[in-house]
Protein backbone atom coordinates (compact mmCIF):
# COMPACT_ATOMS: atom_id res chain seq x y z
CA UNK A 1 0.00 0.00 0.00
CA UNK A 2 1.38 3.13 -1.11
CA UNK A 3 0.25 6.59 1.03
CA UNK A 4 -0.03 9.70 -1.11
CA UNK A 5 -0.54 13.12 0.71
CA UNK A 6 -2.43 16.01 -0.57
CA UNK A 7 -3.28 19.65 0.24
CA UNK A 8 -6.28 21.16 -1.01
CA UNK A 9 -8.19 24.53 -0.13
CA UNK A 10 -11.21 25.46 -1.53
CA UNK A 11 -12.82 24.10 -4.62
CA UNK A 12 -12.86 20.67 -4.96
CA UNK A 13 -10.14 19.13 -7.53
CA UNK A 14 -9.26 15.86 -9.45
CA UNK A 15 -6.29 14.86 -8.31
CA UNK A 16 -3.75 11.76 -10.02
CA UNK A 17 -1.21 9.86 -8.43
CA UNK A 18 1.64 7.98 -9.22
CA UNK A 19 2.26 4.27 -8.92
CA UNK A 20 6.30 3.31 -7.74
CA UNK A 21 7.28 3.59 -11.14
CA UNK A 22 6.34 7.42 -11.66
CA UNK A 23 3.75 6.66 -13.95
CA UNK A 24 0.53 8.60 -13.78
CA UNK A 25 -2.57 6.98 -12.95
CA UNK A 26 -5.16 7.30 -15.52
CA UNK A 27 -8.38 9.64 -15.12
CA UNK A 28 -10.83 6.77 -13.63
CA UNK A 29 -7.92 6.33 -11.01
CA UNK A 30 -7.83 9.75 -9.68
CA UNK A 31 -9.07 11.11 -6.80
CA UNK A 32 -12.03 13.15 -5.72
CA UNK A 33 -10.98 15.54 -2.75
CA UNK A 34 -12.04 18.61 -0.98
CA UNK A 35 -10.95 21.40 1.25
CA UNK A 36 -8.07 20.22 3.79
CA UNK A 37 -5.28 18.04 3.55
CA UNK A 38 -5.98 14.48 2.25
CA UNK A 39 -4.41 10.62 2.90
CA UNK A 40 -5.06 8.27 1.15
CA UNK A 41 -4.33 4.94 0.06
CA UNK A 42 -3.38 3.24 -3.23
CA UNK A 43 -3.44 -0.14 -3.65
CA UNK A 44 -0.37 -0.78 -5.69
CA UNK A 45 -0.17 -4.17 -7.27
CA UNK A 46 2.96 -6.65 -7.84
CA UNK A 47 5.01 -4.95 -10.43
CA UNK A 48 5.38 -8.88 -12.02
CA UNK A 49 1.66 -8.89 -12.33
CA UNK A 50 0.95 -6.32 -14.97
CA UNK A 51 1.01 -8.83 -17.69
CA UNK A 52 0.43 -11.57 -15.70
CA UNK A 53 -1.77 -14.77 -16.48
CA UNK A 54 -3.67 -17.42 -14.81
CA UNK A 55 -4.37 -21.08 -14.51
CA UNK A 56 -6.08 -22.77 -11.81
CA UNK A 57 -4.64 -26.50 -10.19
CA UNK A 58 -7.06 -29.39 -9.45
CA UNK A 59 -4.45 -31.18 -8.18
CA UNK A 60 -6.48 -34.35 -7.37
CA UNK A 61 -8.25 -34.29 -10.91
CA UNK A 62 -4.90 -33.07 -13.44
CA UNK A 63 -3.11 -36.35 -12.94
CA UNK A 64 -3.70 -40.01 -12.65
CA UNK A 65 -1.64 -40.11 -9.74
CA UNK A 66 -3.54 -37.22 -8.31
CA UNK A 67 -0.33 -35.24 -6.71
CA UNK A 68 1.64 -32.33 -6.12
CA UNK A 69 5.05 -34.68 -7.27
CA UNK A 70 2.95 -35.90 -10.62
CA UNK A 71 1.23 -32.12 -11.44
CA UNK A 72 5.12 -30.72 -11.10
CA UNK A 73 6.23 -32.28 -14.37
CA UNK A 74 3.55 -30.49 -15.96
CA UNK A 75 4.88 -26.96 -14.86
CA UNK A 76 6.97 -26.41 -17.60
CA UNK A 77 4.64 -27.28 -20.32
CA UNK A 78 2.23 -24.84 -18.84
CA UNK A 79 5.07 -22.17 -18.94
CA UNK A 80 5.61 -22.76 -22.61
CA UNK A 81 1.94 -22.01 -22.48
CA UNK A 82 2.37 -18.49 -21.62
CA UNK A 83 0.93 -19.03 -18.12
CA UNK A 84 2.34 -16.57 -14.76
CA UNK A 85 0.37 -17.32 -11.69
CA UNK A 86 -0.28 -21.01 -10.99
CA UNK A 87 -3.95 -20.84 -7.74
CA UNK A 88 -3.81 -24.18 -6.38
CA UNK A 89 -7.66 -24.92 -5.14
CA UNK A 90 -7.26 -25.84 -1.33
CA UNK A 91 -4.25 -28.04 -0.39
CA UNK A 92 -5.15 -28.89 3.41
CA UNK A 93 -6.41 -31.75 4.82
CA UNK A 94 -9.90 -32.60 4.87
CA UNK A 95 -12.33 -33.22 7.37
CA UNK A 96 -13.92 -36.59 8.01
CA UNK A 97 -17.03 -35.30 9.72
CA UNK A 98 -20.07 -34.81 7.80
CA UNK A 99 -17.98 -35.40 4.57
CA UNK A 100 -19.23 -35.40 1.13
CA UNK A 101 -18.89 -38.07 -1.37
CA UNK A 102 -15.80 -40.30 -0.58
CA UNK A 103 -12.61 -37.73 -0.57
CA UNK A 104 -14.92 -34.90 0.40
CA UNK A 105 -14.71 -31.32 -0.58
CA UNK A 106 -11.36 -29.17 -1.24
CA UNK A 107 -13.56 -26.39 1.19
CA UNK A 108 -14.06 -28.78 4.16
CA UNK A 109 -10.21 -27.35 5.76
CA UNK A 110 -9.80 -29.74 8.98
CA UNK A 111 -6.15 -28.03 9.36
CA UNK A 112 -5.07 -24.64 7.33
CA UNK A 113 -1.34 -25.16 7.94
CA UNK A 114 -1.41 -28.85 7.36
CA UNK A 115 -1.48 -30.63 3.59
CA UNK A 116 -3.86 -33.24 2.60
CA UNK A 117 -2.07 -36.30 2.73
CA UNK A 118 -3.80 -37.40 -0.68
CA UNK A 119 -1.55 -34.55 -2.59
CA UNK A 120 1.64 -35.84 -1.21
CA UNK A 121 3.53 -34.17 1.54
CA UNK A 122 4.91 -30.54 2.46
CA UNK A 123 8.22 -30.87 0.82
CA UNK A 124 6.53 -31.97 -2.04
CA UNK A 125 4.34 -28.70 -2.02
CA UNK A 126 7.66 -27.15 -1.40
CA UNK A 127 9.22 -28.91 -4.50
CA UNK A 128 6.67 -27.21 -6.58
CA UNK A 129 6.91 -23.64 -5.63
CA UNK A 130 10.30 -23.78 -5.71
CA UNK A 131 10.40 -25.22 -9.33
CA UNK A 132 7.41 -23.04 -10.23
CA UNK A 133 9.39 -20.32 -9.01
CA UNK A 134 12.79 -21.11 -11.31
CA UNK A 135 10.32 -20.85 -14.39
CA UNK A 136 9.90 -17.57 -13.08
CA UNK A 137 6.05 -18.39 -11.98
CA UNK A 138 4.16 -17.62 -8.82
CA UNK A 139 2.31 -19.50 -7.08
CA UNK A 140 -1.06 -18.82 -4.88
CA UNK A 141 -3.46 -21.46 -3.14
CA UNK A 142 -7.17 -21.12 -2.17
CA UNK A 143 -7.87 -19.89 1.10
CA UNK A 144 -11.34 -20.56 3.05
CA UNK A 145 -11.56 -18.63 5.53
CA UNK A 146 -15.37 -18.38 6.11
CA UNK A 147 -15.52 -21.93 7.59
CA UNK A 148 -13.81 -25.00 8.54
CA UNK A 149 -14.12 -28.66 8.73
CA UNK A 150 -16.42 -29.81 11.65
CA UNK A 151 -13.30 -31.62 13.12
CA UNK A 152 -11.20 -28.50 12.87
CA UNK A 153 -8.97 -28.20 16.30
CA UNK A 154 -10.90 -25.11 16.91
CA UNK A 155 -14.19 -26.76 17.12
CA UNK A 156 -12.38 -28.56 20.55
CA UNK A 157 -10.46 -25.74 21.60
CA UNK A 158 -12.07 -22.70 20.50
CA UNK A 159 -15.39 -23.11 19.98
CA UNK A 160 -16.20 -19.37 20.84
CA UNK A 161 -14.79 -18.90 16.76
CA UNK A 162 -17.99 -20.26 15.35
CA UNK A 163 -21.06 -18.75 14.77
CA UNK A 164 -23.50 -20.43 17.44
CA UNK A 165 -27.28 -21.63 16.52
CA UNK A 166 -29.95 -21.47 18.90
CA UNK A 167 -28.79 -23.93 21.06
CA UNK A 168 -25.22 -22.91 21.31
CA UNK A 169 -23.75 -25.43 18.40
CA UNK A 170 -21.43 -24.33 15.66
CA UNK A 171 -23.39 -24.76 12.37
CA UNK A 172 -23.01 -24.16 8.45
CA UNK A 173 -23.17 -21.08 6.94
CA UNK A 174 -26.42 -19.74 6.88
CA UNK A 175 -28.71 -20.24 4.20
CA UNK A 176 -26.51 -23.08 2.36
CA UNK A 177 -26.21 -26.77 1.81
CA UNK A 178 -22.86 -26.85 3.02
CA UNK A 179 -23.48 -29.27 5.78
CA UNK A 180 -19.34 -30.24 5.78
CA UNK A 181 -18.23 -27.32 6.83
CA UNK A 182 -18.54 -25.22 10.27
CA UNK A 183 -19.24 -20.86 9.83
CA UNK A 184 -16.48 -18.57 11.31
CA UNK A 185 -17.81 -15.97 13.68
CA UNK A 186 -15.43 -12.90 12.64
CA UNK A 187 -16.95 -10.65 15.70
CA UNK A 188 -14.44 -12.94 17.81
CA UNK A 189 -10.67 -10.94 17.89
CA UNK A 190 -8.86 -14.11 18.50
CA UNK A 191 -9.91 -16.03 15.56
CA UNK A 192 -8.73 -13.29 13.10
CA UNK A 193 -5.45 -13.36 15.00
CA UNK A 194 -5.42 -16.99 14.18
CA UNK A 195 -6.75 -16.95 10.85
CA UNK A 196 -4.00 -13.83 9.99
CA UNK A 197 -1.33 -16.06 11.58
CA UNK A 198 -2.19 -19.31 9.62
CA UNK A 199 -1.86 -17.30 6.14
CA UNK A 200 1.47 -15.59 7.17
CA UNK A 201 2.53 -19.66 7.76
CA UNK A 202 2.14 -20.54 4.45
CA UNK A 203 4.38 -17.36 3.13
CA UNK A 204 7.22 -17.79 5.80
CA UNK A 205 6.91 -21.55 5.29
CA UNK A 206 6.39 -22.72 1.77
CA UNK A 207 7.60 -19.19 0.08
CA UNK A 208 4.15 -19.23 -1.86
CA UNK A 209 3.11 -15.72 -3.46
CA UNK A 210 -0.61 -14.61 -2.39
CA UNK A 211 -3.92 -16.14 -1.93
CA UNK A 212 -7.18 -16.89 -3.89
CA UNK A 213 -10.07 -15.99 -1.01
CA UNK A 214 -12.88 -18.37 -1.26
CA UNK A 215 -16.25 -16.08 -0.38
CA UNK A 216 -14.36 -13.41 -0.12
CA UNK A 217 -17.66 -11.14 0.24
CA UNK A 218 -18.76 -13.51 3.63
CA UNK A 219 -15.72 -12.27 5.24
CA UNK A 220 -15.56 -8.64 6.69
CA UNK A 221 -14.11 -6.16 4.90
CA UNK A 222 -12.34 -4.42 7.60
CA UNK A 223 -10.57 -8.09 8.29
CA UNK A 224 -9.17 -8.46 4.66
CA UNK A 225 -7.95 -4.60 5.12
CA UNK A 226 -6.15 -5.02 8.34
CA UNK A 227 -4.89 -8.46 6.58
CA UNK A 228 -2.89 -7.07 3.40
CA UNK A 229 -0.52 -5.15 5.21
CA UNK A 230 0.52 -7.70 7.61
CA UNK A 231 0.88 -10.07 4.66
CA UNK A 232 2.90 -7.38 2.64
CA UNK A 233 5.11 -6.42 5.87
CA UNK A 234 6.19 -10.46 4.90
CA UNK A 235 6.28 -10.55 1.38
CA UNK A 236 4.89 -8.47 -0.95
CA UNK A 237 1.72 -10.70 -2.53
CA UNK A 238 -0.81 -10.86 -4.97
CA UNK A 239 -4.72 -11.76 -3.75
CA UNK A 240 -8.13 -12.76 -5.80
CA UNK A 241 -11.52 -12.66 -3.99
CA UNK A 242 -13.59 -15.00 -5.48
CA UNK A 243 -16.23 -11.92 -5.61
CA UNK A 244 -16.71 -8.84 -7.44
CA UNK A 245 -17.55 -6.19 -4.67
CA UNK A 246 -15.63 -2.75 -6.20
CA UNK A 247 -14.58 -1.98 -2.06
CA UNK A 248 -12.59 -5.50 -1.95
CA UNK A 249 -10.06 -3.52 -4.22
CA UNK A 250 -9.51 -0.73 -2.35
CA UNK A 251 -7.05 -1.87 0.37
CA UNK A 252 -7.23 -5.31 0.35
CA UNK A 253 -7.30 -7.64 -3.06
CA UNK A 254 -5.72 -7.26 -6.32
CA UNK A 255 -7.97 -8.97 -8.60
CA UNK A 256 -11.91 -9.83 -8.24
CA UNK A 257 -13.68 -12.42 -10.25
CA UNK A 258 -16.14 -10.81 -13.49
CA UNK A 259 -18.45 -13.31 -12.52
CA UNK A 260 -20.88 -10.85 -14.35
CA UNK A 261 -19.27 -11.02 -17.68
CA UNK A 262 -19.07 -15.03 -17.61
CA UNK A 263 -23.34 -14.89 -17.11
CA UNK A 264 -23.48 -12.76 -20.07
CA UNK A 265 -21.61 -14.65 -22.16
CA UNK A 266 -23.71 -17.72 -21.13
CA UNK A 267 -26.39 -15.94 -21.62
CA UNK A 268 -24.98 -14.45 -25.32
CA UNK A 269 -24.25 -18.16 -26.07
CA UNK A 270 -28.33 -19.91 -25.28
CA UNK A 271 -29.75 -16.70 -26.88
CA UNK A 272 -30.61 -14.87 -23.71
CA UNK A 273 -28.84 -12.07 -23.81
CA UNK A 274 -27.57 -10.11 -26.82
CA UNK A 275 -24.22 -8.01 -27.78
CA UNK A 276 -25.36 -4.52 -26.38
CA UNK A 277 -26.06 -6.21 -22.70
CA UNK A 278 -22.34 -7.02 -23.34
CA UNK A 279 -21.51 -3.91 -24.29
CA UNK A 280 -23.91 -2.22 -21.33
CA UNK A 281 -21.14 -4.46 -19.01
CA UNK A 282 -18.45 -3.12 -20.20
CA UNK A 283 -19.56 0.57 -19.70
CA UNK A 284 -20.87 -0.66 -16.33
CA UNK A 285 -17.43 -1.79 -15.43
CA UNK A 286 -15.79 1.53 -16.16
CA UNK A 287 -18.00 3.11 -13.68
CA UNK A 288 -18.10 0.85 -10.89
CA UNK A 289 -14.17 -0.60 -11.00
CA UNK A 290 -11.41 2.01 -10.85
CA UNK A 291 -8.41 1.39 -13.79
CA UNK A 292 -6.24 -0.27 -11.09
CA UNK A 293 -8.98 -3.19 -10.23
CA UNK A 294 -7.65 -6.40 -11.67
CA UNK A 295 -10.42 -8.40 -12.67
CA UNK A 296 -10.12 -11.71 -13.85
CA UNK A 297 -12.23 -13.53 -17.15
CA UNK A 298 -13.17 -17.00 -17.37
CA UNK A 299 -15.16 -18.99 -19.33
CA UNK A 300 -15.11 -21.87 -16.90
CA UNK A 301 -13.38 -22.58 -13.19
CA UNK A 302 -14.49 -25.18 -10.67
CA UNK A 303 -17.42 -24.32 -9.73
CA UNK A 304 -18.72 -24.49 -13.26
CA UNK A 305 -17.58 -27.03 -14.67
CA UNK A 306 -19.07 -29.06 -11.92
CA UNK A 307 -21.94 -27.42 -11.10
CA UNK A 308 -23.61 -25.94 -14.48
CA UNK A 309 -21.62 -27.71 -17.17
CA UNK A 310 -18.52 -27.92 -19.44
CA UNK A 311 -17.92 -25.15 -21.83
CA UNK A 312 -19.50 -27.95 -24.30
CA UNK A 313 -23.04 -27.80 -22.49
CA UNK A 314 -23.06 -23.92 -22.02
CA UNK A 315 -21.02 -23.11 -25.13
CA UNK A 316 -21.02 -25.69 -27.80
CA UNK A 317 -19.11 -24.97 -30.94
CA UNK A 318 -18.49 -21.62 -29.71
CA UNK A 319 -16.61 -22.29 -26.98
CA UNK A 320 -13.27 -20.84 -28.23
CA UNK A 321 -14.76 -17.93 -29.36
CA UNK A 322 -15.86 -17.12 -26.01
CA UNK A 323 -12.62 -18.14 -24.62
CA UNK A 324 -10.83 -15.43 -27.06
CA UNK A 325 -13.19 -12.83 -26.03
CA UNK A 326 -12.26 -13.94 -22.40
CA UNK A 327 -9.12 -13.55 -23.14
CA UNK A 328 -8.69 -10.19 -25.33
CA UNK A 329 -11.42 -7.98 -23.58
CA UNK A 330 -9.81 -5.84 -20.59
CA UNK A 331 -9.56 -8.43 -17.89
CA UNK A 332 -7.18 -11.57 -16.67
CA UNK A 333 -7.54 -14.69 -18.44
CA UNK A 334 -8.23 -17.79 -16.41
CA UNK A 335 -8.13 -21.58 -17.89
CA UNK A 336 -8.73 -24.11 -15.91
CA UNK A 337 -7.08 -27.57 -15.27
CA UNK A 338 -7.96 -29.66 -18.57
CA UNK A 339 -9.81 -26.55 -20.27
CA UNK A 340 -6.61 -26.57 -22.32
CA UNK A 341 -6.78 -30.58 -23.23
CA UNK A 342 -10.76 -30.49 -24.44
CA UNK A 343 -12.16 -32.28 -20.93
CA UNK A 344 -15.52 -33.20 -21.93
CA UNK A 345 -17.08 -34.28 -18.53
CA UNK A 346 -18.45 -32.17 -15.20
CA UNK A 347 -15.36 -33.57 -13.24
CA UNK A 348 -16.54 -34.92 -9.79
CA UNK A 349 -16.34 -33.17 -7.05
CA UNK A 350 -15.88 -34.81 -3.92
CA UNK A 351 -14.34 -37.73 -5.90
CA UNK A 352 -11.29 -38.96 -8.09
CA UNK A 353 -11.99 -38.25 -11.95
CA UNK A 354 -8.58 -37.99 -13.30
CA UNK A 355 -8.78 -35.00 -16.48
CA UNK A 356 -7.70 -36.75 -20.18
CA UNK A 357 -4.76 -35.91 -21.33
CA UNK A 358 -4.63 -37.72 -24.36
CA UNK A 359 -5.35 -35.58 -26.85
CA UNK A 360 -4.95 -31.91 -25.84
CA UNK A 361 -6.79 -30.19 -28.59
CA UNK A 362 -6.81 -26.74 -27.78
CA UNK A 363 -2.81 -26.10 -26.24
CA UNK A 364 -2.05 -24.26 -29.35
CA UNK A 365 -5.25 -21.88 -29.14
CA UNK A 366 -4.43 -20.62 -25.32
CA UNK A 367 -0.99 -20.54 -25.95
CA UNK A 368 -1.39 -17.70 -28.22
CA UNK A 369 -3.75 -16.28 -26.57
CA UNK A 370 -1.56 -16.35 -23.73
CA UNK A 371 1.23 -15.03 -25.59
CA UNK A 372 -0.83 -12.48 -26.72
CA UNK A 373 -1.56 -11.48 -23.20
CA UNK A 374 2.04 -11.11 -22.31
CA UNK A 375 3.61 -9.38 -25.38
CA UNK A 376 0.40 -6.57 -26.35
CA UNK A 377 0.62 -3.92 -23.86
CA UNK A 378 -2.71 -3.36 -25.08
CA UNK A 379 -4.04 -6.31 -23.06
CA UNK A 380 -2.04 -6.08 -20.35
CA UNK A 381 -4.15 -5.91 -16.96
CA UNK A 382 -5.33 -2.36 -15.00
CA UNK A 383 -4.30 0.73 -16.09
CA UNK A 384 -1.09 -0.79 -17.73
CA UNK A 385 -3.37 -2.10 -20.30
CA UNK A 386 -5.21 -0.08 -23.17
CA UNK A 387 -9.23 0.76 -22.70
CA UNK A 388 -12.16 -1.65 -24.19
CA UNK A 389 -13.32 0.64 -27.42
CA UNK A 390 -16.55 -0.71 -29.64
CA UNK A 391 -16.04 -0.55 -33.22
CA UNK A 392 -18.11 0.25 -35.80
CA UNK A 393 -18.87 -2.39 -38.07
CA UNK A 394 -21.32 -2.67 -41.23
CA UNK A 395 -24.05 -3.80 -39.19
CA UNK A 396 -23.23 -7.52 -38.37
CA UNK A 397 -25.60 -8.20 -35.70
CA UNK A 398 -24.01 -11.48 -34.28
CA UNK A 399 -20.40 -9.73 -34.41
CA UNK A 400 -18.70 -8.57 -31.09
CA UNK A 401 -15.97 -6.31 -32.53
CA UNK A 402 -13.69 -4.05 -30.44
CA UNK A 403 -10.31 -3.16 -30.49
CA UNK A 404 -7.76 -2.31 -27.32
CA UNK A 405 -4.46 0.21 -27.76
CA UNK A 406 -1.79 1.15 -25.46
CA UNK A 407 1.39 2.93 -26.83
CA UNK A 408 2.25 1.28 -29.73
CA UNK A 409 0.63 -1.81 -29.08
CA UNK A 410 -2.61 -2.11 -31.13
CA UNK A 411 -4.90 -5.02 -30.84
CA UNK A 412 -8.60 -6.01 -32.70
CA UNK A 413 -11.13 -8.54 -31.76
CA UNK A 414 -13.83 -9.99 -34.09
CA UNK A 415 -16.13 -12.92 -33.27
CA UNK A 416 -19.03 -13.89 -34.37
CA UNK A 417 -21.40 -15.39 -32.39
CA UNK A 418 -23.75 -17.28 -34.52
CA UNK A 419 -23.96 -20.35 -36.37
CA UNK A 420 -24.52 -18.56 -39.94
CA UNK A 421 -20.75 -17.39 -41.89
CA UNK A 422 -20.78 -13.39 -41.75
CA UNK A 423 -18.71 -10.89 -43.71
CA UNK A 424 -17.67 -7.88 -41.53
CA UNK A 425 -16.22 -4.18 -42.57
CA UNK A 426 -15.03 -1.89 -39.90
CA UNK A 427 -16.01 1.67 -40.61
CA UNK A 428 -13.50 3.22 -38.49
CA UNK A 429 -10.59 4.28 -39.63
CA UNK A 430 -7.31 2.49 -38.12
CA UNK A 431 -4.11 3.05 -39.47
CA UNK A 432 -1.37 0.20 -39.94
CA UNK A 433 -1.13 -3.18 -40.75
CA UNK A 434 -2.47 -5.85 -38.85
CA UNK A 435 -1.37 -9.94 -38.26
CA UNK A 436 -4.31 -11.98 -37.47
CA UNK A 437 -2.85 -14.19 -34.69
CA UNK A 438 -4.28 -17.44 -36.05
CA UNK A 439 -3.89 -17.18 -39.71
CA UNK A 440 -1.79 -15.63 -42.52
CA UNK A 441 -4.50 -13.16 -42.58
CA UNK A 442 -3.03 -9.52 -43.35
CA UNK A 443 -4.67 -6.32 -43.59
CA UNK A 444 -3.40 -3.11 -44.66
CA UNK A 445 -6.62 -0.82 -44.79
CA UNK A 446 -8.74 -2.21 -42.20
CA UNK A 447 -11.78 0.17 -42.44
CA UNK A 448 -11.72 -1.16 -46.40
CA UNK A 449 -11.51 -4.56 -45.79
CA UNK A 450 -14.22 -7.05 -46.21
CA UNK A 451 -13.54 -9.72 -43.79
CA UNK A 452 -15.03 -13.04 -43.39
CA UNK A 453 -16.00 -14.81 -40.04
CA UNK A 454 -17.19 -18.26 -40.16
CA UNK A 455 -19.92 -20.16 -37.84
CA UNK A 456 -19.00 -18.90 -34.39
CA UNK A 457 -15.72 -17.50 -35.91
CA UNK A 458 -13.07 -14.96 -34.60
CA UNK A 459 -10.12 -13.05 -35.41
CA UNK A 460 -7.33 -11.29 -33.01
CA UNK A 461 -5.60 -8.64 -35.40
CA UNK A 462 -2.53 -7.31 -33.79
CA UNK A 463 -0.77 -4.11 -35.43
Not at 221 to 234: G, H, I, K, S, T
Not at 311 to 321: I, K, P, Q, T
Not at 324 to 332: E, N, P, Q, Y
Not at 333 to 355: M, W
Request: glycine fraction near 6%; proline fraction near 4%.
Amino acid sequence: MKKVLFALFGAMALISCENSNNEKLPASSQVEVLGETDVIDVLEHPEWSKNATIYEVNVRQHTPEGTFAAFEADIPRLKAMGVDILWFMPIHPIGKMNRKGGLGSYYSVQDYTGINPEFGSMEDFKNVVRTAHSYEMKVIIDWVANHTAFDHEWTKTNIDFYTPDSLGNIQPPLGTDWWDVADLNYDNQELRKAMTADMIFWLENANIDGFRCDVADWVPMDFWNELRPQLDAVKPVFMLAEAENPELHEKAFDMTYSWELMHIMNGLAQKEKSISDLYAYMAKEDTNFQKNDYRMNFITNHDENSWNGTVFERYGDAHLAYATLAATISGMPLVYSGQEAGNPKRLRFFDKDTIDWSEPLYVDHYTKLYQLNKNEEALWNGYHGGEFEVLRTDGAENVVAFHRKKNESHVITLINLDSIPSNVSILDTLDGEFNSIFDQQVITDVNKSDLPLGAYGFQVFVK
